[in-house]
């Protein structure tokens, strides 16, 4: 069986590096917001080339305590509008309808996956006051469109990166550094992994950045002295020592999906399947690799008989879900179609080059 991704396999090549790294954090006393917390914000602000990075419990709350930030500042309040692209994972939108404000669903271009900036114009209003861009399966948005639309709205542009750790816009500027502020989530199965919950946010706007690090921490600024309310969402030290070691290898597991990305775009010939497109010099770092096929659920299931697990990213779509039942009346078509056709193939540093070719050749034969 080849399996979807085992976690297993991509960390067995750093366990001694892990244990190592243990042996340290636990000799040294300090088990939260400690030097490898600090030593991993900076490596990572570095790696993303931005002035800031904060670490953070997770993806989520990545996203949630940017939005509580600006509220603190005074440039958001309850009720404003976030656009968000229709197709995203839920935590996206969750996080804004956590923070008070309104998700507002806007459908993604077919090709990329990743939102239509012609449509987002039909969404602004007097109440839109950010534009929550996400780098969906590894490929950035539209930078370009997205940074001239806030531009000329005067809006706020963020970033959910938490798909694309690495990858770098034709400017040379990288995930986490295309926006006002990004949220990055370390989630085990992400291009950048930790073995738990983790996540960050990287930001060039000291006001916020400060904000942020005294949020984190119950919104205190000395031990006992809080001046504004936060909340508990540090980032573990134990996962920041891991996650400084995983860093170092980023760039090369990167340069492997794309290999293996680049084998699937050359030899799958399978005429009822649609190949993922993107601009051949665009820095795509694969989170996942997304077909479609109006047979999706068939050549799912020939697959698995076939020995190749396979997944659906997403299979039900956000203002579909129970969870969202006010969203429930709007038409989103694109999105709809996307859901109801998408399978991601197996993509991952250590999925072997004839386990590569054998998918192919399943593809190839349905
Ligand atoms: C994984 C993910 C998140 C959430 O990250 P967690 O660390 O699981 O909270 C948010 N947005 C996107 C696009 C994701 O893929």
Redesign the pocket.
Known sequence: MIKFLDLKEVNVRYHEEFKKQFDVFLNSGTYILGNQVELFESEFASYCGTQFCIGVS??????QLIFEAYKVMGLLQNGDEVIVPAN??I??VL?ISNSGLKPVLVEPDIETYNISPDHILKFITSKTKVVLG?H?YGCLYNVKALEQIVKDFNLILLE?A??AHGAVFEDGRKAGNVSDAA?F???PT?NLGALG???AITTNDNVLANLLVKLRNYGRIEIYENDIKGFNCRLDELQAAFLRIKLKYLDEDNIKRREIAGTYLNKIKNKSVVLPKFESDFGHVF?QFVIRCKKRDKLKSYLLENGIETLIHYPIAIHKQSAYSELSNINLPVSEQIHSEVLSLPINPSLKEEEVEEIVKKLNSF
């Open positions: 997770s993806g989520l709350d990545a996203l995203t994972y935590a996206s996080a996400v969906l959910d938490a798909q949220a989530s370390f989630y992400k919950d983790a996540g989170h």
